[in-house]
């Protein structure tokens, strides 16, 4: 069965889902998204997606149509009618249709869709023996060019240091803002630990600042573990005891090789394995509930 998509306030047949060729969102990239997950019926830190949403939306001067609250509940709507419990949500603002020119004030009025589907993981294998990455030539957009904050649908950026990743073999790459500070993979950040310590990326290296990223801190500090948001290089990671990514789609996931030499015991390490375990557990009570009977 095709899937109900929600499309400026309708929900229609994926057949049915069409915006127009002259959306700016296509022709030039510009508009914003958000991909969240949902677990046992609830929709996994949908609060936080929001309100990045609606800050990328303020930055780029987007008019998103439909109020926070009206958009949490269209996101709980599109679950529901695909009967998900489970699943992936991609939810899109573009700036609408407009003309051939790139003024936004050509576009009166922006487009909102909702996709709500099953998700394709990661093999749980990779979740036990971890992944391997390589750095790239590719740099991670300058902040004062178009920061990477926003969560905008120009990804060339990352899918060009995807392309590097991809002919070198492996599911990731590590991208390096433009001083030579780890910034973040293609679609995660990134973290290390050193000494007991967990070290990530501040946001003004130029990064997303990823909602796993601050849950896992949070969870981390819940424990008692140090969390440092500094900038460090290709030699810290090489040299760190554990490396792992977060992103909503790949959650944590361990890191074991990097540019050809193993990480810590060339292993997932300890603090990354309960870190899983503890994210696991929160997905199981965080977020609002999708269906109130049935559970
Ligand atoms: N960095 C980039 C460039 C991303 O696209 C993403 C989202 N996939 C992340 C980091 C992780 O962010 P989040 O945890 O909010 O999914």
Request: hydrophobic share 40%; proline share 4%.
């Amino acid at each position: 069965m095709g899937l109900q998509i929600y499309l400026d306030g309708k929900f229609v047949p994926e057949e049915e889902a069409k915006l127009s060729i002259f959306d700016h969102g296509l022709l030039y990239g510009d508009g914003i998204f958000e991909g969240i997950r949902m677990y046992h019926n609830r929709v996994f830190k949908l609060k936080e997606h929001l309100i990045r949403l609606y800050e990328s939306a303020k930055t780029i001067n987007l008019n998103i149509e439909l109020t926070i609250e009206e958009m949490e509940e269209a996101v709980l709507e599109t679950c529901r009618r695909n009967n998900l419990r489970d699943g992936y949500i991609r939810l899109v603002v573009t700036r609408g249709k407009g003309d051939l020119g790139l003024d936004p004030r050509k576009c009166p009025k922006s487009s909102t869709f909702i996709i709500a589907a099953a998700i394709q993981l990661y093999p749980e294998e990779l979740y036990e023996k971890g992944l391997e990455v390589v750095t790239v030539a590719t740099r991670r957009n300058v902040a004062e060019a178009l920061n990477p904050r926003i969560k905008s649908l120009n990804y060339l950026n990352n899918i060009l240091a995807r392309i590097e990743a991809n002919l070198a073999g492996v599911p990731e790459a590590v991208m390096l803002n433009q001083d030579g500070y780890v910034a973040s993979a293609t679609c995660d950040n990134i973290f290390i630990v050193k000494n007991e310590k967990l070290i990530t990326p501040p946001v003004h290296v130029g990064i997303l600042e990823g909602i796993t990223r601050n849950t896992v801190m949070d969870l981390a500090l819940e424990d008692g573990i140090e969390v440092a948001q500094e900038v460090f290089t290709r030699h810290d990671m090489y040299n760190a005891d554990e490396c792992f990514l977060t992103g909503t789609a790949a959650e944590v996931i361990p890191t074991i090789r990097m540019d050809g030499r193993a990480i810590g015991t060339g292993k997932p390490g300890q603090m990354t394995l309960n870190l899983i375990k503890k994210f696991r557990e929160l997905t199981k009570v965080d977020g609002p509930r999708i269906f109130t009977e049935g559970e």
